[in-house]
């Protein structure tokens, strides 16, 4: 049976959704939805989808589909959330962050409650082969019982370079006026994926700053997180001189029999068996996309639990809400 499934959204991260979508059998892009028109004509005609709409309550009246993927700036998504479930659709695969305030994401977490309609939140950074490569590591014990971590995560990204804007604002320029910035708009991702790998952690402590001036919320953090037997600092920058553009993850988890060292473009176990793996973070990153969304159709197809549901997702807001509240930025 071929899932009929409706995009709204045709901004930068779209192009993501659409070729994602396009690798997963049985399913039809039916429609697509941007007020934006001609933004959604461009990616209509460029992957095929039969059907454009300004508004995404005519494309849901009009195509009928199945499934909605919300890929729309975070203050629509209660809407569009609420819009599905009216329509009676049997998934909605969106976005994260839920909300862009913690209330928000309760309030529309209650109103799912007794809902035939299943949602699901697109975070896909746990869904990295890289990443998943560590959890399968971790699950067969080659380090042994993971203790302690280190996360760096940095760019010149915010930095200007010369006449021209900050290179971050030119690829995604909806960041220059967020009021919560890297914590809310990068390092959930972080937050997720760490917990997704090592189990629950708590926050013990945030420390909160802003360095560009070409930006309103913070852009630099450090984050204290301990759990069962693990404990780890999270730093991050989008204002880091010498480094890339684009922001790069370095993660080291030690364990009680060894370590694991994400590097660039290595990835290594040290441990009895040792084992040294090149990495194309280009490719792993559509490859994020591809993974969470065939997740999120098996998921529906068999009636299992998503990896990211609202309740797990509300969480980790309620995480960052903590971190915003210790950094001083409430």
Same mark, same amino acid.
């Given at each position: 049976? +071929? ?22 059998? @049985? ?200 759990? @069962? ?68 159709? @098996?998921?529906?197809?068999?009636? +299992? ?26």
């Amino acid at each position: 049976m +071929t899932l009929r499934v409706a995009l709204a959204g045709a901004g930068m991260v779209s192009r993501h959704h659409l070729l994602a979508w396009s690798r997963v059998p @049985d399913v039809e892009i039916v429609a697509i939805a941007d007020p934006d028109i001609q933004a959604a004509e461009q990616r209509a005609s460029q992957f095929s989808i039969p059907a454009v709409f300004a508004d995404p309550g005519e494309m849901l009246a009009n195509a009928a589909p199945d499934a909605l993927d919300i890929a729309t700036p975070v203050d629509t998504h209660g809407a569009l959330i609420e819009l599905g479930c009216s329509h009676h659709l049997t998934g909605i695969l969106c976005q994260k962050p839920l909300a862009s305030s913690l209330d928000a994401a309760r309030d529309i977490v209650r109103r799912l409650e007794g809902r035939p309609t299943r949602v699901m939140i697109h975070e896909n950074w746990r869904f990295r082969p890289h990443f998943r490569q560590i959890h399968d590591w971790l699950q067969s014990e080659s380090i042994g019982r993971p203790r302690q971590f280190l996360l760096n995560v940095f760019s010149s990204g915010l930095l200007s370079r010369g006449d021209e804007a900050p290179p971050a604002l030119v690829r995604q320029p909806f960041m220059a006026k967020m009021p919560r910035l890297i914590v809310l708009e990068l390092l959930i991702h972080h937050l997720d994926m760490l917990q997704a790998l090592m189990g629950r952690m708590s926050v013990r402590s945030a420390d909160l700053a802003r360095l560009s001036d070409a930006v309103t919320g913070e852009d630099t953090a450090t984050i204290v997180m301990a759990g @069962d037997g693990v404990f780890g600092t999270i730093n991050a920058s989008l204002s880091a001189k010498g480094y890339p553009a684009r922001p790069q993850d370095y993660l080291q988890i030690i364990g009680s029999e060894g370590r694991i060292v994400l590097d660039g473009p290595r990835l290594e176990l040290f441990g009895e068996a040792p084992v040294v793996l090149g990495l194309d973070h280009d490719q792993n990153y559509q490859a994020s996309y591809d993974a969470a969304i065939r997740h999120f159709v @098996d998921a529906l197809a068999k009636g +299992t639990p998503f990896a990211t549901s609202p309740t797990d997702h509300l969480r980790i807001l309620q995480q960052i809400a903590q971190i915003y509240e210790l950094g001083g930025a409430v």
